[in-house]
């Protein structure tokens, strides 16, 4: 018997089991995967894109067309912080209230942005942020300096930055998560960047880090966490129910395969971190007679206002210039996040964020375009001189945007993107101010449903149970002893990437679960 059972070892998952582990609690982590294997393939492009040997083999369905697709999803320790790039930004104040978008309102969240503020400053620290603040104009309130100094850019970035600014483009440097050496993080040379010029591309943004230097879950806080004799963590299980007593007030134990085994474990309390979708999934696999729509689904939300971000790449080539950077993902842009001053139809109504991804090589280019649309000869000359572009924008909560299950019991996703309008007039402003310093060849690639590495919703928080799944604290409004720490509580996306607000919900809410130890 447990105190504490945390279901996922991913961002939200592991930060809960970090904050709780010195409390001295028995604390049980379950995961579906252990450790991603550290091996050659790690950094191996053909490994990465063309085998995917580490991303999940599942498949789910879009709910709207009946297509099976199969996820970006990593179920090793971490998550698909695995795979991700490092960009580690808070949101805003303005994004935890009502906001007028291009398509629709987006809700307020039922905390702000103060409630959250100590626990970025935490996430930050355990995710060796480095940064510089000020740069951004947009910059939310922070208590004091980012934990480390800013990423130095690329001489070519370092000239995109320049020729932005000249355009009056406040570009700044993209806050991101790594250490320099394990030994003493901000300190020395950066080992990654210098191991990039030794292979001959970056292998970064979507790839595992096979030096742990990128600052994902597993190493800013599973390994920190399990390093508690309190702390067990068992890998190999998937948990396939979640089973209350008879009244369904209260969680008594979960149901798992460990190892193809079939598994029960106890505790008195439970928290839920499988992801916004694997959670919604698994509330509604274990409906009961209490629960007969789902555990904790007495509002009929669970599953419901699924988000994930409007997305697109946006490949930016200077024919004249070469980009021999081989990291440059340090350079991001907020001046649109909230509009285009000074342009009557666009000046209220935010477009969104955009920063650099790790640079992109002709083959990832080619995977990104329809067959048979540019050569591999072509492609080699595009990106030896492109800027690549990673552009979000706000989507919203919809209610028929959701996660719901097949008569299979497998997973269908329901979505239709917003604010697309919105996201190509972005793309339209930068794209100007990119021809203004030399840039003139642009492709713009919109992401298929299944990059869903910033979903989110499906749970969500609220302080009406007819209309939420839990309440601020993230405890479920129907069962006393069943928290939630993961993306799917948000209320809304804002344009932000979430990694960092997930941490900082999930400190937040494992000081809500400590104080009822």
Not at 482 to 488: C, G, N, Q, V
């Given at each position: 018997?447990?105190?504490?059972?945390?279901i996922?070892?991913?961002?939200?998952?592991?930060?809960?089991a970090?904050?709780?582990?010195?409390?001295g609690?028995?604390?049980?982590?379950?995961?579906?995967?252990g450790?991603?294997p550290?091996?050659?393939?790690?950094w191996?492009?053909e490994?990465?894109?063309?085998?995917q040997?580490?991303k999940?083999?599942?498949?789910?369905?879009?709910?709207?067309?009946?297509?099976?697709?199969?996820p970006?999803?990593?179920?090793?320790?971490?998550?698909?912080t695995?795979?991700?790039?490092?960009a580690?930004?808070?949101?805003?104040?303005?994004d935890?209230?009502p906001?007028?978008?291009?398509?629709?309102?987006?809700?307020?969240?039922?905390?702000?942005y103060?409630?959250?503020?100590p626990?970025?400053?935490?996430a930050?620290r355990?995710y060796?942020?480095?940064?510089r603040?000020?740069?951004?104009?947009?910059?939310?309130?922070?208590?004091?300096?980012f934990p480390?100094?800013?990423?130095?850019?690329?001489a070519?970035?370092q000239?995109?930055?320049?020729?932005?600014?000249?355009?009056?483009?406040?570009?700044?440097?993209?806050?991101?998560?790594?250490?320099?050496?394990?030994?003493?993080?901000?300190?020395?040379?950066?080992?990654l960047r210098?191991?990039?010029?030794?292979l001959?591309?970056?292998?970064?943004?979507?790839?595992?880090?096979?030096?742990h230097?990128?600052?994902?879950a597993?190493?800013?806080?599973?390994?920190?966490?399990?390093q508690?004799?309190?702390?067990?963590?068992?890998?190999?299980?998937?948990?396939?129910?979640?089973?209350?007593?008879?009244?369904?007030?209260?969680?008594?134990?979960?149901e798992?395969?460990v190892g193809g085994?079939?598994?029960?474990?106890?505790?008195?309390t439970?928290?839920?971190?499988?992801?916004?979708?694997q959670?919604?999934?698994?509330?509604?696999?274990?409906?009961s007679?209490?629960?007969p729509?789902?555990l904790a689904?007495?509002?009929?939300?669970?599953g419901?206002?699924f988000?994930?971000?409007t997305?697109?790449?946006?490949y930016?080539?200077?024919s004249?210039?070469p980009?021999p950077?081989?990291?440059?993902?340090?350079?991001?842009?907020?001046d649109?996040y909230f509009?285009?001053?000074?342009?009557?139809e666009?000046?209220?109504?935010?477009?969104g964020?955009?920063?650099?991804?790790?640079?992109?090589?002709?083959?990832?280019?080619?995977?990104d375009?329809?067959?048979?649309?540019?050569?591999?000869e072509?492609?080699?000359a595009?990106?030896?001189?492109?800027v690549?572009?990673?552009?979000?924008?706000e989507?919203?909560?919809?209610?028929?945007?959701?996660?719901?299950?097949?008569?299979?019991?497998?997973?269908?996703?329901?979505?239709?993107?917003?604010?697309?309008p919105?996201?190509?007039?972005?793309?339209d402003?930068?794209?100007e101010?990119?021809?203004?310093i030399?840039?003139?060849?642009?492709?713009r690639v919109?992401m298929?449903?299944?990059?869903?590495?910033?979903?989110?919703?499906?749970?969500?928080?609220?302080?009406?149970?007819?209309a939420?799944v839990?309440?601020?604290?993230?405890?479920?409004h129907?069962?006393?002893n069943?928290?939630?720490?993961?993306?799917?509580v948000?209320p809304?996306?804002?344009?932000?990437?979430?990694?960092?607000?997930?941490?900082?919900?999930?400190?937040?809410?494992?000081?809500?679960?400590a104080?009822?130890?």
């Open positions: 018997m447990y105190d504490i059972c945390i996922g070892a991913g961002v939200g998952g592991g930060a809960v970090h904050a709780l582990a010195p409390t609690a028995r604390i049980l982590l379950l995961n579906r995967q450790s991603l550290r091996e050659a393939g790690n191996d492009p490994v990465m894109f063309s085998e040997r580490y999940s083999p599942e498949t789910w369905t879009d709910g709207d067309t009946g297509e099976p697709f199969r970006g999803m990593y179920y090793w320790l971490g998550g698909n695995k795979v991700y790039g490092s580690l930004l808070r949101l805003h104040p303005r935890f209230g906001l007028d978008t291009y398509d629709g309102l987006s809700p307020a969240w039922p905390i702000a103060d409630d959250l503020a626990y970025y400053d935490r930050e355990a060796h942020v480095h940064g603040r000020g740069a951004d104009p947009t910059e939310p309130p922070a208590s004091g300096p480390h100094p800013a990423l130095a850019h690329s070519r970035v000239e995109v930055a320049e020729g932005l600014r000249a355009q009056g483009v406040q570009a700044f440097e993209l806050p991101m998560g790594v250490k320099y050496s394990h030994e003493d993080p901000g300190a020395g040379a950066f080992v210098e191991a990039f010029d030794l001959g591309w970056p292998a970064f943004d979507g790839y595992p880090d096979l030096l230097l990128k600052c994902d597993e190493t800013a806080s599973v390994i920190p966490a399990t508690y004799e309190n702390v067990d963590l068992v890998t190999d299980a998937t948990v396939t129910r979640i089973g209350t007593d008879d009244a369904g007030r209260r969680v008594t134990h979960v798992a395969t085994v079939a598994t029960t474990f106890r505790a008195g439970f928290v839920l971190c499988a992801g916004a979708v959670s919604a999934a698994l509330l509604l696999r274990s409906a007679d209490a629960h729509d789902g689904n007495g509002s009929g939300a669970v419901r206002h988000m994930r971000h997305t697109s790449k946006f930016a080539s200077a004249a210039v980009n950077s081989k990291f440059q993902k340090t350079l991001a842009i907020n649109f509009g285009v001053a000074g342009d009557p666009w000046e209220h109504t935010p477009l964020h955009a920063h650099l991804m790790g640079k992109h090589l002709a083959r990832q280019l080619l995977d375009l329809a067959p048979g649309a540019m050569s591999h072509e492609a080699e595009f990106t030896a001189h492109s690549d572009w990673w552009i979000q924008t989507d919203l909560p919809l209610p028929d945007n959701r996660v719901t299950l097949g008569a299979d019991g497998g997973i269908r996703v329901h979505y239709t993107p917003t604010n697309r919105a996201q190509d007039k972005l793309m402003v930068l794209q101010k990119l021809e203004a030399g840039f003139d060849r642009f492709l919109p298929p449903l299944s990059v869903v590495n910033h979903q989110c919703g499906t749970c969500c928080m609220g302080d009406d149970p007819a939420s839990v309440d601020r604290a993230g405890r479920a129907e069962v006393e069943l928290y939630l720490a993961d993306a799917s948000f809304a996306s804002g344009a932000s990437n979430p990694t960092l607000t997930i941490a900082a919900n999930a400190y937040r809410v494992a000081d809500e679960v104080g009822r130890l």
